[in-house]
């Protein structure tokens, strides 16, 4: 009883929760996208051609330019949209890079004067290629992600291919695919959102003197859909959160996390590539972008711990954390959640581990039934006498015939021999009284003639009735 009344305070125990509510929209906002956002790095190595004169700008070696994006996963499977400024080869991506560089090799030997003419003029009239003449820049494309191992913060780096892609000056979008499985990924909205929306802008600023590192957290940006505007046929919108290099490519979320737009020009004007075009793509490869196992479970944890139910919070972040232990936000928010009265044992778990004592005490307190059962046996087979072989009998009922008892033989044989002697008193008794009387000698003591006998018996007769 002692132990069944232990386990069920242990079910019914549970200390106070502590409220949480999100800060601002934004707060859930950037926790739901967060999971689901990555660090782009596109290394480009080539040579500057010009077309008009055949000069090879690069030297023998060529030039080696890197670049900073961010993108979104956008299917569990490995599937990852970004910018496509940002992986293209042509002049407004990667050739464009190359450029840059051969204008900045001019501008060295002073064979520029105005480095903008000198951009616009390569634009017009040069060619990025690689090693070899006609062939495209060599492209590497790395996807990192933050993670978590063992408590320590670590980057995961894959390479990805190019899947699909709209040029930039059209939509601007590129799919990109890592061998990567059961990723947080971020939903798409699947309607237009009304100028005036609460956005939020998420990615991995960088600069010059400040490479991005991804195992540091995205930053987050708030501002509103301030229009819609079009490129040819692809739809934009215009939004006021501030961004800044290296955040291109990156997503423009609602106050639910659900994807709105990706990151394209970070001018004065910035613009969000509308999820339309996105979802273009994917259906052409068909590809399905909807949420996995693993963000539906995440999206109900943040919903149980904004909703004050630590617990629930807790169950569920478990959930993640089975099938993607390195998933860091869902670290972070279960310590959070645990901080705030959420129980790390959750009652299904403590009622399997209840069992298991409670059955575990019930088989212990058997096999002392068991041993002291034995014990009882042995000490009674002990007992009995033993006889001359030194083999102790065994009591009835456990195998053998009972064994006569000695002592109650010798009281029947006593008790036989006492009736024998009483039937023999009494037999003598009948036989004494059923003698003859002896006839006396003639002459001697109780002689008598018969008629005075007759004579006596006669007046005895006669006094008894009087």
Known sequence: MRVV??????????PPALAAQPASPEELAAALARPGVVAVTVDWHGW????????????????????????????????????????????????????????????????????AKARQAFADRAVAEGANPGRPVDRRIAVERSERDGGERRTDS??????????????DVAVLRIPRQNLPSIELRPDAPPVGTPVLAIGYPVSDTDPVDPGLEPSSRDGRVSGHRTRGTRPFYEVSATADNGMTGGPVVDSQGRLVGILSSLGDTRFASATTTLAELLRGKGITAEPGPLDRDYRAALDRYYANDFDGAVEYLDAVLAATPSHEQ?????????????????????????????????????????????????RRVSTMDTPPLGIPLLPAGLGAEPQPDREGDTDQAERREAVQDEDAHQHA?????????????????????????????QAAEHERLQ
Do not use: M, N, W
Request: include cysteine; glycine fraction near 12%; hydrophobic fraction near 45%.
């Open 5 to 14: 009344g232990l386990c069920a305070a242990a079910l019914l125990v549970a």
């Open 48 to 115: 500057v051609r010009d077309k008009l004169t055949g000069e090879v700008f690069g030297g023998t070696a060529g030039y080696e330019v890197r670049t900073h994006c961010t993108g979104v996963v956008v299917a569990p499977d490995g599937y990852v949209a970004t910018a496509s400024r940002c992986v293209h080869t042509g002049p407004a991506g990667g050739a464009g890079l190359l450029f840059d560089a051969a204008v900045a090799d001019l501008a060295k030997v002073g064979r520029i004067g105005d480095p």
């Open 158 to 171: 894959a390479p990805a291919t190019v899947v699909d892609l709209v040029a930039p000056d059209d939509g």
């Open 330 to 378: 869902a670290i972070a928010y279960r310590e959070l959640a645990i901080g705030k009265g959420g129980d790390p044992d959750p009652l299904p778990d403590r009622l399997v581990r209840c069992s298991a004592f409670l059955g575990a005490a019930a088989v212990l307190v058997l096999l002392v039934a068991i041993a002291l059962l034995v014990r009882d046996r042995k």
């Open 429 to 457: 008794d009948d036989d004494t009284a059923r003698v003859e009387p002896r006839t006396p000698d003639p002459g001697g003591p109780g002689a008598a003639d018969p008629d005075q006998r007759d004579d006596a018996d």
